[in-house]
């Protein structure tokens, strides 16, 4: 078993900006492709941004130019710089480390 957990959510207005964090940790052997995913009320959960274990980055088509996921060196450890935020933008984000373990989500509200 692995445990995923997320920080960083909260209220911004549209424009701003929220960093969240996600650390994996437990029965993980290596360096996981980790992504972030969102769900808005009533809509699927979609892709926000992944980066492989290579390093190679694949960010969503709503989210490209304003968002940027990195790693904390070799670790199962990311980061999702929000910039510019939009309304539709609001959702709760979800960390998955290696395709198999999730995190519980933070709320992500953007409003004035």
């Known amino acids: 078993q692995a445990q995923v957990e997320e920080s960083g959510g909260g209220l911004v207005q549209p424009g701003g900006s929220l960093r969240l964090s996600c650390a994996a940790s437990?029965?993980?052997?290596?360096?996981?492709?980790m992504g972030w995913y969102r769900q808005a009320p009533e809509k699927p959960r979609e892709l926000a941004a992944v980066?492989?274990?290579?390093?190679?980055?694949v960010y969503g088509d709503s989210v490209k130019g304003r968002f940027t996921i990195s790693r904390d060196g070799d670790k199962n450890a990311v980061h999702l710089q929000m910039d510019n935020l939009k309304s539709e933008d609001t959702g709760v984000y979800y960390c998955?480390?290696?395709?198999?373990?999730w995190g519980r989500g933070t709320l992500v509200t953007v409003s004035a």
């Open positions: 998955n480390a290696g395709g198999s373990w």
């Open positions: 980066i492989l274990s290579s390093g190679k980055t």
């Open positions: 437990g029965n993980i052997v290596g360096v996981v492709n």
